[in-house]
């Protein structure tokens, strides 16, 4: 590819000359590759957010500021490095969070200059191989348009935009997965020069480094593994052993694909069995061919090397340090952690001997035993719970050290050195340690020992998902029939021991020594049947119905056969003569496994994500398989109308209208494809190339998939796990611009080679590709622009602006949590309050912490003592005594706590599950938790009723103990529940509970109207005076156009449920206060004006309506519509309001707030109304087609219905017909009225 010459026309030859050297390509190269870091960090810092976002995004900037432990498994290095950054803030704890940000920013543009030079050095190789051969112009063009077209068009990619913007881990682990990949490529450039091991030692530390940011990274290694191999298969192809090696696992992998392909022909997957077919086909292509058979076995070794890294030298890390620590203290009674420090410098002492002896070489004893000690004590051996792994691996590392003829010494340095970086990495974690140990506000799980923090690393409190072989969730337990001491059959459940793991001992008193006790392993149920590949395993409650949604099914229509469930104690099935005592449970087969993972985990989970990058994005809305809702689409008609609809009948609001609303019309994925087809036709370079590629794409996107096994019904999108994959087919969409110039030269036949038309062709190729990614960002920029935005920071305060002084709120999920805790832990807001987290509550650790002071909140008074709750003793207790006379919660609790009746089984057992609370109404008074004209309506006792439960846990019983003792203490610690707390949580306490804002507070005020399910009752003094004064909101009422994705959009939804409660309740109190209702003689109900009570009542009538201006000021539609049910509520109470207070603007108000919501939701009917004519012409069904047999939302499906009422109370208020018959006319199209009539039928 040197110097290009053709004869022109009159004779003279065209030359295009190599004018670009390799110093004078690195120079251009570096400039463009800093010119796209340049691009991508201006596009993240201009839409940061500036504060912090929804999710984990306000723990994880909590944990930089104060140096705090987060959730599993723990990110000790983005703690680091977000504490770094966080020093460039200037003292400014508001921000704090943006300093955060802008490092996921810049190192996301780290990212995108890492990917630019990946994609030139690829390209360049595919022209002029390993060679320094300068580049023509032509060249150097289709060089520089690759990266620029791949690099950019990833910056304004939606997944990865979206991590780049917001304080979470996954930038920072992408900037560490591309700094690795450029890492080995750079070595493959001077794999050949001295000290070039240098660059895998860089590249093994960057991989411990990244342990403690994330474990992504560990799924580069074998696209890694690839890479080596190929530089050094000169040296590696000559080898027989290996080559019968390789030769022996390749037709093992035919064999099992081959396998695999029976059962996917068998169960109806053609494409996929194709796909497996392929691979077979190739393993007998290329069965001659070493380079093939010698890239399986790499492949091999680097999924071992993986699984060293991830199951044996990661955990083993831990396991070797508790064999240290458990002598060291229980032993030797040394203090804590003392253990772990004399391990970390004998470990370190030895790595140092083994290096230094490996350098020196004087030894071959000291270099096979420092080296064998090395890997042991390093724990790479130590996979599993059983010692029989760690000593057959052992055995064989020390087998070949003392018994092979010629040790490579380069080969066990370089893994020396690795262990070593890679341990220097990991000790990352003595952060957690340290951290931890100071019980700072945030310490999640409290892993301030070894064992502690080995249950952290592992993610116990998440359990164990089966990968190869487990139950469905169909599957029932086993049970062992068993003879208490009067003989009678007792049943036990079958389960095997895990790991015993031990724990700090308890103290009593603060004399007691240090020292670690032994836990009862917990037990892992056996449970039956049990199926290969288990998909659809999950028994969590909804998970069993989005699985048989997936599938089709139902409980009923699943096939069943009998299984023995009962055993005796030898093991054998239990059986009574002449009984037949196996159970029948439902059986789902392998196929319906198969139809799940491919059609959730494999197509909707990362298929629709992938193509939402590289196809289109139908809008924001999360979704669960509806038509509306989150699908990908290409904005090409032909391609998206049969899948999904008309979409040119999609309502503006999940359309045009939504910022969400992406379309690349494919470009993007054409431009990969041509990519993979350009790498392909350049012979081996190309073909080696293509398969690192693959793999990488393979193992950070597919393999997580497999890896993750999740089950349905996600709380939120997953695409941001999938950022490597579509980061590696991001190389490939730059390499489509060279696949382009192929393209666009060969369509000038002969004359492709002369000057002129090969940089022509390099022109159109290298604007054609640029124009991809400046046609994405046309789309993307808006819906990924957080600036402004503040909703996350100002929520999170509101909740806590809703408790009184040092009040406790009791708080479920993360985003009625996390965002509370930053406002505390960074901001420093309301340190009074404390946030206790119901779901942490049912942990020891969690429990004793709330015992320990946080900031200006004194310690949560309650009963349990840590040696009640100690060791998971109680994180389940059952409920007997259903007829038990009520008495009051402290007897019931201590009873529960101290009493050795408490106990059956082994399990804690509450005795007196019908309870009350005593209550000094005058404390209540004076803590303002009630007001003296309410006094005379609470109760002297709060009744709390448990009867009805099977069973209490341990976070039920600390919330109940906390708000009984401040409720004895004086009301001094008034209790209150999160809105967005489950009712389920509200410990029966539900009557009691009175709405002051975001939460609600615990009174002795029963609402003797309540009912369950019903809106509980209001403050409304406190709460108008929270709202109106308190509250913040987020930067919406600044009148800019402020993005709001759903996330948000669901928090703007429960500040306007909870502040149309409160007008509701204004206007309720109005009208009982305005009229008196008698009853007359012939028992009807007559309204008189009580004029005492006109002048508050109309004062109530005024605070109603300023809330609902309120409402339309700060939270106004034009940030994010109003759902249908909320804008009918605001339209019919204004008008009420209107009425009452004879005020013809409020009337206005509502019949336009009405007439706004007609004409947001009437384009709903037309799309919905095409979608059953669709079903019903491709239905057999006899019946009718409704709106609920579509794949649609139950909260689209009833929009028929609430538009009807909206309709119908718009004229009944006297709205103008005409202004309405033009909206629908305008919105809805011809035959409206017919086609709302057909989509209610079914409804009404």
């Known amino acids: 590819m040197g110097i290009a010459t053709t004869t022109a026309g009159n004779g003279a030859p065209s030359i295009e000359r190599p004018l670009y050297g390799y110093r004078k390509y690195n120079v251009i190269n570096n400039a463009a590759g800093w010119l796209c870091f340049i691009i991508a960090a201006v596009t993240y810092l201009l839409t940061l957010e500036p504060t912090a976002s929804f999710w984990d995004c306000p723990e994880f900037i909590s944990q930089g500021a104060k140096l705090e432990v987060g959730h599993p498994p723990g990110n000790p290095i983005f703690i680091l ?15 704090y969070a943006f300093a955060v940000n802008a490092m996921s920013g810049l190192l996301s543009a780290g990212t995108i200059l890492l990917l630019f030079w990946t994609i030139t050095h690829l390209v360049r190789r595919l022209m002029v191989g390993r060679s320094k051969e300068a580049l023509t112009l032509s060249q150097l063009l289709v060089v520089i348009g690759s990266g620029l077209c791949g690099a950019l068009l990833y910056t304004w990619s939606d997944t990865f935009w979206f991590s780049a913007v ?33 660059y895998l030692i860089l590249v093994t530390f960057i991989i411990g480094v990244s342990i403690g940011v994330h474990l992504l990274n560990l799924l580069t290694i074998p696209a890694l593994g690839l890479i080596i191999y190929y530089r050094k298969s000169q040296h590696i192809n000559g080898n027989r052993t290996l080559l019968k090696v390789a030769t022996w696992l390749m037709w093992a992998v035919a064999a099992a694909v081959a396998a695999v392909t029976v059962v996917l022909l068998v169960n109806g997957y053609y494409a996929a069995s194709l796909l497996a077919l392929c691979v077979c086909a190739m393993c007998w292509f290329y069965r001659q061919s070493p380079t093939f058979r010698f890239s399986l076995l790499s492949l091999f070794l680097s999924f071992v090397v993986v699984a060293l890294i991830l199951y044996g030298l990661v955990p083993g890390f831990i396991e070797i340090a508790q064999y240290f620590e458990l002598f060291c203290v229980n032993t030797l009674h040394l203090g804590y952690n003392i253990g772990v420090l004399v391990y970390a410098v004998i470990l370190l002492g030895v790595l140092i001997w083994c290096i230094s002896s490996l350098y020196r070489q004087k030894s071959r004893r000291q270099i096979q035993i420092s080296f064998a000690l090395s890997v042991v004590l390093s724990g790479i051996p130590f996979i599993g719970s059983s010692l029989l792994i760690p000593f057959v691996l052992t055995a064989a590392l020390v087998a070949y050290l003392f018994m092979a003829r010629r040790l490579s010494v380069r080969f066990l340095t370089i893994t020396a050195l690795s262990i070593l970086v890679i341990f220097i990495g990991y000790t990352s974690y003595t952060l957690l340690l340290i951290r931890a140990s100071a019980n700072p506000p945030m310490n999640q799980n409290a892993p301030d020992n070894v064992f502690t923090l080995s249950s952290y690393l592992n993610r116990e409190q998440y359990g164990d998902t089966p990968l190869f072989f487990g139950p469905s969730f169909a599957s029932t337990p086993e049970y062992t029939i068993l003879y208490n001491e009067n003989g009678q059959p007792m049943q036990e459940l079958r389960s095997s021991n895990g790991k015993a793991s031990y724990d700090k001992q308890v103290k009593t008193s603060p004399d007691q020594p240090d020292r670690y006790v032994r836990l009862d392993p917990k037990l892992k149920p056996h449970m039956v049947p049990n199926m290969i590949f288990p998909r659809m395993y999950s028994q969590q409650p909804g998970h069993p119905q989005g699985y048989l949604r997936w599938i089709g099914e139902t409980m009923e229509s699943l096939p069943t056969e009998k299984v023995s469930i009962y055993y005796d104690e030898d093991g054998n099935p239990f059986s009574i003569p002449g009984q037949d005592l196996r159970e029948e449970v439902p059986v789902l087969s392998f196929e319906q496994n198969l139809r799940y993972f491919f059609d959730y ?33 290409s904005g090409i008609p032909f391609i998206d109308n049969p899948r999904l609809g008309d979409q040119s009948l999609l309502p503006p609001d999940y359309g045009s209208d939504n910022k969400g609303h992406n379309v690349f019309y494919m470009l993007p994925l054409l431009m990969g494809l041509l990519g993979i087809a350009a790498q392909l036709v350049r012979g081996k370079e190309g073909i080696c190339q293509f398969w690192i590629v693959f793999i990488f794409f393979f193992m950070t996107g597919i393999a997580i998939v497999l890896y993750l096994n999740q089950p349905p019904m996600q709380v939120r ?10 980061y590696a087919f991001s190389i490939w969409i730059g390499m489509g611009v060279y696949g382009l110039w192929l393209i666009v030269r060969s369509l000038f036949g002969k004359k492709q080679s002369d000057r002129g038309v090969r940089r022509a062709a390099a022109a159109v190729a290298c604007v054609a590709g640029v124009l991809v990614p400046v046609q994405m960002v046309s789309q993307t920029w808006d819906d990924h622009d957080r600036s402004g935005r503040y909703t996350t920071r100002d929520f999170g305060m509101n909740y806590l602006s809703s408790v009184d002084e040092n009040g406790i709120i009791f708080t479920n999920g993360d985003n009625d949590t996390f965002p509370l805790w930053y406002a505390q832990e960074v901001e420093g807001y309301r340190t009074d309050v404390r946030v206790v987290n119901l779901s942490y509550l049912t942990t020891d650790w969690y429990a004793s ?106 976070g039920d019983l600390l919330s109940l103990d906390m708000v009984a003792h401040g409720a004895a203490d004086g009301w001094k610690r008034p209790a209150y529940f999160a809105m967005t707390v489950p009712d389920d949580y509200y410990l029966n306490l539900s009557p009691y509970l009175r709405n002051t804002g975001l939460a609600y507070q615990v009174t002795p005020i029963r609402d003797a109207g309540y009912n369950s399910g019903q809106t509980l009752s209001v403050a409304t003094d406190k709460m108008y005076d929270n709202v109106m004064n308190k509250f913040r909101w987020g930067g919406l009422d600044s009148g800019d156009d402020i993005y709001l994705d759903e996330t948000v959009r669901r928090m703007v939804t429960t500040h306007r449920s909870t502040l149309i409660d409160l007008a509701n309740a204004l206007y309720n109190e109005g009208i009982y206060a305005m009229y008196d209702v008698t009853e007359g003689e012939d028992g009807s109900f007559e309204e008189t004006v009580n004029e005492e ?29 109003y759902s249908v049910q909320i804008g009918q509520q605001i339209g019919q109470l204004y008008m009420l309001l209107g009425e009452e207070l004879q005020d013809d603007a409020l009337t206005d108000k509502g019949l336009d707030m009405l007439l706004g919501e007609i004409r947001h939701f009437a384009p709903h009917v037309p799309y919905l109304y095409s979608l059953v004519m669709d079903r019903e012409k491709n239905s057999k069904r006899r019946n009718p087609v409704t709106v609920y047999d579509i794949a649609v939302s139950s909260v689209d499906s009833y929009v028929p219905y609430h538009l009807l009422q909206i309709i119908t109370m718009y004229r009944n208020g006297g709205g103008d017909e005409e202004r309405l018959n033009a909206v629908l006319g305008e919105t ?10 057909r989509l209610l039928e079914g409804i009404m």
Not at 618 to 631: A, I, P, S, V
Not at 1228 to 1237: C, D, T, Y
Request: negative net charge.
């Open 601 to 633: 985990q494999l197509n909707y989970m990362y298929w629709r994500y992938f193509l939402w990058n590289f196809a289109g994005r139908q809008n924001d809305l999360q979704g669960q398989d509806e038509l509306n809702r989150g699908n990908w689409i």
């Open 1228 to 1237: 809805a199209g011809k035959g409206f009225e017919e086609k709302l009539e």
């Open 166 to 198: 917001e304080g979470e881990v996954y930038a920072f682990s992408s900037f560490c997965t591309a700094l690795v990949f450029w890492l080995l490529l750079k070595w493959d450039n001077r794999a050949d020069e001295p000290h070039a091991d240098r």
């Open 717 to 726: 999108e997953r695409d941001y796990a999938y950022a490597g994959s579509f």
């Open 849 to 954: 912490h709330q015992k320990l002071p946080s900031y200006n909140a004194p310690a949560i008074e309650f009963q349990a003592q840590p040696e009640d709750y100690a060791y998971d003793r109680m994180q389940v207790v059952y409920v007997y005594g259903r007829d038990s006379l009520p008495v009051d919660v402290f007897s019931s609790l201590n009873d529960l706590y101290v009493s050795p009746d408490a106990e059956f089984n082994g399990m804690r057992v509450l005795n007196h599950p019908q309870m009350y609370i005593p209550v000094d109404v005058d404390d209540a008074v004076k803590a303002g938790v009630i007001s003296a004209e309410e006094a005379p309506a609470a109760d002297d006792f709060i009744f709390v009723d448990w009867s009805g439960k099977n069973s209490a846990s341990l």
């Open 81 to 95: 490095a977000a504490r770094f950054f966080i020093n460039f803030a200037g003292g400014d704890v508001s921000n």
């Open 1093 to 1121: 009570n006109a002048g508050y009542a109309k004062e109530r009538f005024r605070k109603s309506a300023e809330v609902l201006d309120l409402i339309q000021e700060k939270l106004p539609a034009r940030v994010s519509p």
